[in-house]
């Protein structure tokens, strides 16, 4: 009798396997044969499931984007708003070995996103996402009074995630430089900038 395979668990131990092999050694430590091996596939199992590093890359990139995704969502809306925004800001930094490999990921692929016009579309529509959730926070802040009423939610949103893109490339190049306490001060300070004077 033909073993039954549960293709949506085979594609995701394949996506942890190129995660896994992203953290070790970067984009350029994926290929095809490799991902293979660490998911205990041949390359032809792998073909059935994605065509190329390409592919592989970005199915990585989407679970990385999935995962912050649920991380943010698993806090109420019904938190304050500016503990919300911190929750949503250090959702993403790589302040532990899980968010660093995705990080590192997350890295990779924007490499990738330089020079192929479909990588830098999920790319897109990843910061957009991040953009209206982060503007609605500010939003929801701003009519209750946790933030200033004229505050420009959509710029803010975009300074936020840029400050959250500093943070990362830091942390992922120099760990040592901030420790998770400072990084959890810094994005305090952030949010508390936006309070009404």
């Known amino acids: ?3 039954v395979v ?3 668990a085979r594609r995701a131990e394949i996506i942890s396997a190129v995660l896994a092999l992203v953290a070790e050694e970067g984009a350029e430590g994926v290929t095809v044969r490799r991902a293979a091996a660490a ?8 073909a059935h499931y994605f065509a190329d590093k390409d592919e592989l890359l970005a199915a990585a990139f989407v679970e990385v984007a999935r995962r912050v ?6 806090v109420s809306a019904e938190r304050d708003p500016a503990d919300l925004l911190h929750h949503a800001i250090t959702a993403v930094l790589p302040l532990d070995a899980e968010r660093r490999a995705e990080a590192r990921a997350w890295l990779a692929f924007l490499d990738r996103a330089l020079v192929r016009q479909e990588v830098a579309a999920l790319q897109r529509e990843v910061y957009a996402r991040w953009r209206r959730q982060y503007a609605e926070i500010l939003r929801a802040g701003r ?3 946790v933030f200033r009423a004229d ?3 959509e710029a803010t949103a975009a300074w936020l995630i840029a ?13 040592a430089a ?3 306490d400072a990084v959890e001060k810094l994005i305090a300070s952030h949010i508390d900038a936006l309070r009404p004077r």
């Open 1 to 3: 009798m033909p073993r």
């Open 6 to 8: 549960d293709h949506e």
């Open 39 to 46: 998911a205990g596939l041949s390359t032809g199992a792998l």
């Open 69 to 74: 995704g649920r991380r943010v969502a698993a």
């Open 143 to 145: 009519r209750a009074g």
């Open 151 to 153: 505050l420009d939610c």
């Open 163 to 175: 400050v959250a893109d500093g943070l990362t490339l830091q942390l992922v190049f120099d760990p």
């Open 178 to 180: 901030l420790a998770a």
